[in-house]
């Protein structure tokens, strides 16, 4: 149909094709834990399978997880979220952005989305009926969304915004402040807002996660997406859920009843008991501690080879600036592929704010990173960058 013309193959995907078959490469373009999913929640999967949970369940989820979510929710975003009629269960978080749009967005509706952004926003708008408008976020000011800049682009169809805290492809988080000054703007202006928080847990220097959702009087106006890809390493798996007033979930379960159905039902029953086994919560701390070793080291390396770079406080990812050395992200980027035989993903592939850096993930072993940050400054320095 017309509007599948109107959203583009991933710029990620034609690198990653340049990058095959060349031996000895070393990925670091990989937007996923590259950490195993934790035991005791394979077992649980197992145990489901072998209980003979192989059958649909209800459109919105079963109810162990919704109430399993609800629980979760309640410690750790301060969100009350009803788990019967306010909290859904989806086929990951990123069927979850299309279906979320789809509540509400009419043709023509803009949303704004901060830009250098994760390359499903855009897509799942315009699949939507919507039009995404680009708002730009600056490495001067750790690529935290900011209201000043907001403004700039609202308009009178200005009908949501996206965040994404921590953020996926620059690793910033928003702090309260930044979230209560855009709690201020998103009533002002009558905008719902949909708060992407997959990377919730994976946060660094005593910086913690905040929900938007749990500040007064936002639940009503918030869709937060979140999943278990990234908190319990399980992107196969393909589970996620949103928490969001009655009348936004109530069209979402219509949309999923017409399209996935329900989500996998023993991977349900496996995520929901792995929500409340304390086993989880410590291998999340554990991934944590090792994401946060690498970034360090990652984060030195960068700014040692002459790549200014911000500290990132989230997610696993990494975002050096490279416009200094007078290429764009993507000629560097097919440089890095060719002559170091690493991958790293053109900023330009998150949006027009992107250009001028690359992104760089850090899932990925200690050893291998460390491999990859040698052959990186071996080529600056041989091609005097
Ligand atoms: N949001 C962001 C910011 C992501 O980076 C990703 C995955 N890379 C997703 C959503 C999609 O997550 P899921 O696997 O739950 O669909």
Redesign the pocket.
């Known amino acids: 149909s017309d509007v599948l013309e109107r959203v583009n193959p991933s710029e990620i995907r034609k690198l990653f094709d340049l990058a095959q078959g060349i031996e000895g490469i070393i990925s670091l373009g990989i937007?996923?834990p590259d950490f195993d999913t934790p035991e005791h929640i394979k077992e649980y999967a197992k145990e489901a399978l072998d209980k003979g949970l192989t059958h649909y369940s209800p459109n919105a989820g079963i109810s162990e997880l919704r109430e399993a979510v609800a629980e979760k929710l309640k410690r750790d975003n301060g969100i009350d979220a009803d788990p019967k009629t306010q909290i859904m269960i989806t086929v990951?978080?990123?069927?979850a952005l299309l279906m979320g749009f789809a509540t509400f967005l009419k043709d023509g509706d803009e949303v704004l989305v901060p830009s250098p952004m994760?390359v499903?926003y855009a897509p799942a708008v315009i699949l939507a009926g919507g039009k995404p408008v680009e708002v730009p976020t600056y490495e001067e000011n750790e690529f935290r969304l900011n209201v000043d800049e907001l403004e700039r682009y609202v308009t009178s169809k200005t009908r949501a915004l996206i965040l994404?805290s921590p953020n996926?492809p620059t690793g910033s988080v928003l702090t309260k402040k930044d979230l209560e000054e855009i709690a201020d703007f998103a009533v002002e202006h009558d905008l719902i807002i949909l708060s992407?928080e997959?990377?919730e847990y994976f946060v660094y220097d005593g910086v913690r996660n905040h929900s938007i959702a749990s500040l007064d009087g936002m639940f009503e106006r918030t869709i937060t997406i979140n999943?278990f890809?990234k908190t319990f390493a399980m992107?196969g798996w393909?589970l996620?859920f949103v928490a969001a007033p009655e009348w936004i979930i109530e069209k979402m379960v219509r949309f999923q009843m017409y399209n996935a159905t329900c989500p996998v039902t023993f991977v349900q029953y496996a995520a929901a008991k792995a929500l409340r086994d304390e086993r989880s919560w410590r291998a999340v701390e554990e991934m944590r501690r090792e994401y946060d070793r690498r970034r360090q080291m990652v984060w030195k390396r960068l700014n040692e080879m002459g790549l200014p770079t911000v500290k990132p406080k989230g997610a696993f990812y990494i975002f050096p600036r490279i416009k200094d050395a007078g290429l764009t992200s993507k000629e560097f980027s097919e440089l890095m592929i060719k002559e170091a035989k690493v991958v790293v993903v053109p900023g330009s592939a998150f949006g027009k704010a992107g250009e001028g850096y690359i992104r760089i993930s850090y899932a990925t072993a200690y050893e291998k990173l460390e491999e990859a940050m040698d052959r990186m400054e071996k080529v600056l320095k041989e091609k005097g960058l």
């Open positions: 937007g996923e990951g978080a990123n069927q994760f499903s994404n996926n992407d997959v990377y999943g890809s992107t393909r996620g």
